[in-house]
C-alpha cells in the first residue's frame, strides 16, 4: 500500500534520496537545510548507509565526491552560502564527471543575506557559479510531493550523465508542510554505467557519457581535475580541450528531451503566460486562477527542469501569446534567458527581492497592468 | 652491478655524491654513468636515493 | 628499471615532471616500497592527492587515483574510507596543500582517527607556482613572496598532527631513504589516521632562493639537522637547537572512524548489510 505523510519538503527530499539509493550523505549545517541532514544522519545507518557532518561546505562535497567514487549514490545539502563554498568542487565533479547531487534550499544573499527567508536567486549560481565553461543540470521543485520525486529523477540523471546535478529547493518548499504519498511500486532507479572489456573511463558512450567503473573493482584508473584525455590522464593537446568541454555541454544539451521537466496549467487557449519555477509557480498558478475569474486568457508553464535552459520549449509555447511574464524571486535571472529566447518585447519580469514570498496578487496586477 | 637509465636520468648527482665507494659520476651528457664498477658493494643507496627512477642495482 | 618501479607505477607516464634533484620521487619511490613491503593489494589500495608538484604523484602510481583540488586530498579520502573502508586509502600532499589550504580537512580528518595516511611532501616551499612561502618556509627564509626574509613561524607538522588526534605520526627524510619506507609502512599498517612527514628538498625553487646549493647539498644538510628520536631522547636540550626529530614520534591506539560507524550499522541492522 503506498503510505501518506505530512511533512516538510526538506523531509521529502531525504525521503527520496533514500528511496533512490543514496547511501552516502556528507553536509554542513546551514539554514533552511539543516532537516535533510538530521533526517539522513538517523536513516542512513538503519539501510547500511553513511552518514558524516564534515568540517566544512567544501569537505562535504569532497567527502561525497570520494564517496561517489567508491559507487556510492551521493548527495550534499546546503544553502545559498554554502552553494557559494562548493562551488569550487561543483566544477571539479563537473569535469571529472563524478555523479552526485547537490541539494541547495535557496535563502536570500548576497553573503549571509536575510536567513532565513526564501529567495530564487542562485539559479545563475547553479548555471555559472563555478569557474570555466560547464554544462548542468538544475532542477526545481514547487511541492512536497514533486520534491520527492525529483529527487528520485536528480539522482538517476545524475547517474546516467555522470554529472553533478543542482536541486534548487527553496525555503518555502523546503519548510512548508503538505501531504506526501510514497508510492507502493519502487520508483525506477538509474545505475551509472560500468566500462566495456577495454573500455576506456573517459570515452564517451553512444549518449556522450563515459562509463564510470568504482574504486576498488581493479580498474586501477586516474580521476583529475586537469583536461584529461579518454585515458583520464591530463594533457594540453587544444583539440582533445576543445572535445572535452564541448562535451561537457553537448552530453546534456543533446539529451535535454530526457532531462527537460516542465508544467503547464491553462496554457491551451493562453493569450497571456506566466512562467515561473520553485515556490514562485504556486503564486502564480492561483494568480491564472484569479486571472480567468476576471476573463483574462491566463496560462502557467512550469520550469521544472532549469538547467540546460529549455529555450525551445519557450519559444514554441510563447509563439502565440501576446505577452509573457516570468515570476521570480530575484532579479530576473530566469527572466533574462527568456529575454534571450523570445526577446524583450514580449517579456516582463515580475521580480520580488525583499524576502517575502511573492504573492497570486502581485503577479496578477502585474499582469492585468499587462493587458489593459 | 648498476644499471643507468639514461632517457630517466636528470643529472642530478645526488648519486654521485652519496655513493660510499665512489663509483658513479656524471658523463658529458650530464648523465649518471658508472666510473668504478670494481668498487660497487652493491649497497642500492644509490637506487633508493635515484629521485627519476633511472638506478637499478643488480646483486 | 627496477621491479618495484616496474609493479607499482605507471611506467608509460615516466619521466615524471619533477625538476632535477626534487626530492618528490625519492619520497614516492619510498612509498612505493612500502606498500610492496605490506604486499598491500594493487586492486583495493587508492592514493588520493591535492594540487601541486608532490600532488602530481597520483598520475605515476599504478593503483586507483585521484588528483583532486588543492588542499583537497583528504576530504576525497574521507569520503571514500567512509564508503569502502574495506579500500587501502593513502593521501599524498605538499606542505601548502596539506597545512594551508587544506589546513583545516587536515586537523579534523586527524581529529576523527580514520583509517587514512597521510605523506606529507614537505619541501618548505610553493615549487609549482615558483617559490612563494609556505607554512613550513623557516622564519628568514627567502621566497618569491618573502624577498625581505620571512617573518611568520612555520609550523610543526608532527606537533600539530599529535594535538589534532592523529594516532600514528613519523618524520623522515629523502636522506634517510630506507627509514623513511619503513616509516610509511608503519603509518599504512597502522589502525586509525597516520602521518608521514617526509623532509624533502626543492633546490629550484628554494635552494636557490635561499642559497643552498644544489640537490646533494640540500640532502646533506637534511642529514645534518636531522636527529633520531632515540638518539635525541639521550640529548641535554642545548644539543637540540636548530634540529628536528625524526622517526617514529607518536603512536596511540584509539577508536577507528569507520569502525565505530560500522557499530552504529550493526546495531540498526541485521548483519550490517547494505539494503
Redesign the interface.
Known sequence: MSQAFLVQGNEACALGALAAGV??F?GYPITPSTEIAEILSKEL??????F?Q???E???????????????K?ITATSGPGFSLKQ??IG?ATLAEIPLVVVNVQRGGPSTGQPTSPSQADVMQARWGSHGDKGVIALSPSSVQETYALTIDAVNLAERYRTPVIFLLDEVVGHMREKLIIPKTPPKIIDRRKPNPGELPYTPGPNGVPPLP?????????????IHDETG??TGNPEVTDKTIRRLHSKLEDNIKDILRYSEYQTDDAEFLIISYGCSARSAEKAVKLGRAQGIKLGLLRLISIWPFPTELIMSKTKNVHKVFVAEMNYGQVTAEVIKAIGREKTEGILRVDSQLITPDEILSTVTKGVY | MVVINEKLCKGCLICVEFCPKNVLSLNKLQKATVKNSENCISCGLCELRCPDYAITVRK | MNEIIKKYF?NN?LPHIWCPGCGNGIVLGALARAVDKLGLD???T?V?SG?GCSSRS??YL????????HG?A???????????P??NVIVITGDGDCTAIGG??FI?AARRNIDITTVIFNNNIYGMTGGQYSPLTPTKGKSTTSPYGHIEKPFDIPELAIAAGATYVARGTTYHTMELSKLIANAIEHKGFSVVEALSSCPISFGRQNKLGNAPSMMKLLKEKAISIKAAEKLPPEKLAGKYLIGELFRKQLPEYTEE?QK??NN??EG????
Open positions: 547511501r552516502f556528507a545507518p538503519k539501510v547500511g548507509g553513511k558524516i564534515m568540517e566544512d567544501i569537505a562535504s562535497i569532497g567527502a561525497v565526491c570520494g564517496a561517489s567514487l567508491g559507487g556510492y551521493a569550487e568542487l571539479y568504482a574504486f576498488g573493482e581493479g580498474y586501477r584508473f586516474h580521476v583529475t581535475g586537469l590522464f591530463p | 605507471r607516464k594493487q586492486n583495493k587508492a588520493i594540487i597520483t598520475g599504478d593503483f586507483d587515483t585521484i588528483h583532486t583540488a583537497r583528504l576530504t576525497f579520502a574521507t569520503g571514500l574510507k567512509l564508503a569502502r574495506e579500500l583545516n580537512h579534523h560507524y552504529i550499522i540498526l541492522t550490517g548489510q547494505m539494503q
